[in-house]
Structure formats: structure tokens, C-alpha cells
């Protein structure tokens, strides 16, 4: 139930460790995050619209770990999402990017902008996209910038009618999508070129995709050789799926 941290936390110049996880009641970060440079490890970081408590506090703190940025509504163009320096922070190894949940025809202006100036580090393996509002994902998704990526989720991002060709992520062995409602049909653009489609994919889950009405074969390539676990709940339009041998 915390609702605040103390604003007197700029001061503590050496703090290189705060776990914020499960504070889901905290409304805004302490102000000048970006002064504690000796800050490694952030669990979340509630952007702001104020000076002081907007995303360029992230920009030199050199993060690691996991980092979950919320609130990204209040990011409105592309060189402040640039500003958060994700691509130069290395040794985050997962990123969550979570806009606020309203009403689904406000979408907050140049959204599109703003996740193509978030793009992370090349070395990052789990990305989440909750909420996002564009009817497009950016280059560096559709261009696969993220070879390393092990898990990704993109969530809630209903005005997307098409997803990334991540079937060309060659170490991907976690894969879920949730309540992407524009989404009619898994096919080429899905699994990607490659003779071999999601070589790794352990694990996928498929779920409330209230327009999805079909999945794809793709003839002449082999698909998801390694997928074990599949997940399929609330797609009432799809009637049939792919012959995936490795189920069990």
C-alpha cells in the first residue's frame, strides 16, 4: 500500500539497490532519479510530466537487470524516449514497456514515435509491451535489432494488425500473446523466411485474441521443431491449428 517514497532519497548518493517490486500502489518516483548515478539496479520507473520525474532521469543511470518503465503516456515524442538511453544500457537483460490503460480511442499523440525512441540494448533477452496504442510496431521489432531476445510479450496492443516476423529469433523460447484484438490470422509475416521457424520456441501461449480466425501452415519450411507447451484460451474465431508434431 505505499503510496510515495521520500523525496530526501535524493540525497542518498550511494544507493546503488532499489526493489520497488509489488508497490503497485505508487503513484510517482522520488524527484531527480537521474542524480543517483551510482544506481544499478531499479525494479520500475514511474515516468512523470514534470521536470524532475520524466524519462531523461534515466538517460546516465547505467541500469542493470530487469527495469519496468510505467506510465508511458507521458512520453510524447521521440527524442524524449530517446533520452532514456535504453540502447546504451547493456547489461539490462529485461525491459517491460507499459502505457496506461484508458479508453481505447484516446491514444496518447505519436505513441508510434515514442516505442521506436525506446528501443533497447541488442543484448537485452525478455521485452514486454503492455498497452501500447500504435497500429504498428517500430523498425527495430519488424527488422529483428533483438537477436537475443529468449522471451517476449506483447500485450493489450490492440490496434496492431500485425506482428513481427519473430519466427527468425533464433534463441526465442518463450512467446505470449495476449488480447491483440486487430490480429486475424498467423501466417507468413509471423513465422519469417528462415528455413527453420521459431528453431527454439519452448513455450507459447496464445490468449484472448477475440478476432483470430486463422493460423497458418506454412508449406516447404519446418516450424516450431522444439515447441512443447501451447496455450490456447478465449480465440473464439479459430477453428483450426497447425500440425505441430513436438506437442506434448
Request: proline share 5%.
Amino acid at each position: 500500500n505505499l503510496l510515495e517514497l521520500p523525496n530526501g532519497m535524493k540525497h542518498m548518493k550511494s544507493l546503488t539497490y532499489l526493489g520497488l517490486t509489488n508497490c503497485y500502489f505508487l503513484s510517482h518516483m522520488p524527484k531527480e532519479m537521474g542524480q543517483r548515478t551510482c544506481l544499478h539496479s531499479l525494479s520500475f520507473f514511474i515516468v512523470g510530466k514534470d521536470d524532475g520525474y520524466q524519462i531523461n532521469e534515466l538517460k546516465g543511470l547505467n541500469l542493470r537487470g530487469a527495469l519496468c518503465l510505467k506510465e508511458l503516456n507521458n512520453v510524447t515524442n521521440l527524442m524524449d524516449a530517446k533520452n532514456a538511453n535504453l540502447i546504451g544500457k547493456e547489461n539490462l537483460h529485461s525491459v517491460s514497456l507499459v502505457w496506461r490503460r484508458k479508453d481505447k480511442h484516446n491514444i496518447p499523440a505519436h505513441v508510434e514515435d515514442v516505442l521506436d525512441g525506446l528501443q533497447p540494448h541488442s543484448n537485452l533477452k525478455k521485452l514486454r509491451i503492455e498497452e501500447y496504442g500504435g497500429s504498428k510496431f517500430p523498425t527495430w521489432m519488424e527488422d529483428l535489432l533483438l537477436q537475443n531476445l529468449v522471451e517476449i510479450s506483447p500485450q493489450f496492443c490492440e490496434r496492431c494488425e500485425h506482428l513481427p516476423p519473430l519466427g527468425k529469433l533464433s534463441f526465442l523460447k518463450d512467446l505470449f500473446i495476449y488480447a491483440m484484438a486487430a490480429v486475424k490470422y498467423l501466417g507468413n509475416e509471423f513465422y519469417g523466411d528462415s528455413v527453420i521457424s521459431f528453431p527454439s520456441l519452448e513455450r507459447f501461449e496464445l490468449c484472448f485474441m477475440a478476432n483470430l480466425e486463422e493460423w497458418r501452415t506454412v508449406h516447404g519450411r519446418e516450424i516450431f521443431p522444439r515447441l512443447s507447451t501451447l496455450k490456447i484460451n478465449y480465440c473464439p474465431k479459430l477453428v483450426e491449428l497447425p500440425f505441430i508434431p513436438s506437442i506434448t
